[in-house]
């Protein structure tokens, strides 16, 4: 699974990884959507780090269509809410 972190770059998941990141993800969402802003940082760290730590990084150079786009490490709680929310499942 090819991921993008957005201002950073593409990753390649596979394996074991891929259901860490399926449970980390799940954690965000439910941050996410309890409102909780020191869930949701907390979180967000832990999907960029595992996704970071976990993935292959890609060449800049190559362009390959993205599986899961992940927003910067910037986002703020809000911002994350209205992307996901934007967005139908």
Request: net charge negative; glycine share 4%.
């Amino acid at each position: 699974m090819i991921v993008r972190i957005l201002g950073e770059g593409q990753y390649d998941l596979e394996g074991t990884a891929l259901q860490e990141l399926k449970l980390a993800d799940a954690h965000l969402f439910e941050a996410v959507a309890s409102n909780n802003e020191v869930r949701f940082a907390q979180e967000f760290h832990k999907v960029l780090t595992l996704v970071r730590t976990r993935g292959q990084r890609l060449d800049a150079s190559r362009l390959t269509e993205s599986d899961l786009v992940l927003p910067s490490s910037d986002t703020s709680l809000e911002e994350a809410r209205r992307l996901f929310t934007s967005h139908p499942a």
